[in-house]
């Protein structure tokens, strides 16, 4: 039982993209409800982890590869399939902290370093999975949540972004100047 959370992780991870396909296929509440499921299996996958006392290498990889993916394609989902738009700069500025954190993760793997997801990481894909599940809400019944709510929620989101790509970035950049402190002595 203890690869249960990782099992979760990668099913998030190879299930994301249904929730463009299906919206593609003009299955929106389908779409919507995937989405839901596999957000919600974000917190059931950590949760287990932790009760199970299972946390692995592998899951301190896959977990966080699994929400970008998530969350790349319930945002890219959003701001194309639905009649609620999100601010396309949330898409874009997610998609390069996105990729720049996965580009350091491999690097600094290499050194023998794996990132522990952050509570600002966490936060920041709290909120933005939150943001997607309103949009899809408001896309699907017609009940608009107040205009200064939903955008607030959607500028948090993007400071969020921000500031956590400086977080992780710190962190690898501070792993990387004690790698190279210690290899000189």
Do not use: C, W
């Not at 249904?18 to 919206?23: M, N």
């Not at 949760?47 to 790349?72: E, S, Y």
């Not at 936060?123 to 599940?133: A, H, K, P, Q, Y």
Request: charged share 15%; aromatic share 10%; glycine share 8%.
């Amino acid at each position: 039982m203890r690869f249960l959370p990782n099992l979760l992780s990668f099913l998030r991870l190879l299930l994301s993209p249904g929730v463009l396909f299906l919206a593609q296929r003009g299955e929106t509440k389908e779409s919507a409800l995937l989405f839901l499921i596999l957000a919600l299996s974000d917190a059931l996958d950590g949760a287990l982890a932790r009760l199970m006392n299972a946390r692995t290498q592998l899951g301190k990889f896959l977990d966080p590869l699994a929400d970008k993916v998530l969350l790349f394609f319930g945002l890219f989902t959003v701001s194309f399939y639905t009649d609620v738009k999100v601010l396309p700069i949330l898409f874009k500025l997610l998609v390069t902290r996105d990729l720049l954190l996965i580009g350091g993760t491999l690097l600094l793997k290499r050194l023998g370093f794996v990132p522990e997801p952050s509570l600002l990481g966490k936060l920041t894909t709290f909120v933005i999975s939150t943001v997607v599940g309103l949009t899809f809400m408001m896309s699907l019944t017609g009940v608009l949540v107040p205009s200064v709510l939903f955008h607030s929620l959607q500028m948090i989101s993007i400071l969020l972004v921000v500031a956590s790509a400086i977080d992780y970035t710190l962190k690898g950049i501070g792993y990387m100047k004690s790698k190279l402190i210690i290899e000189r002595r």
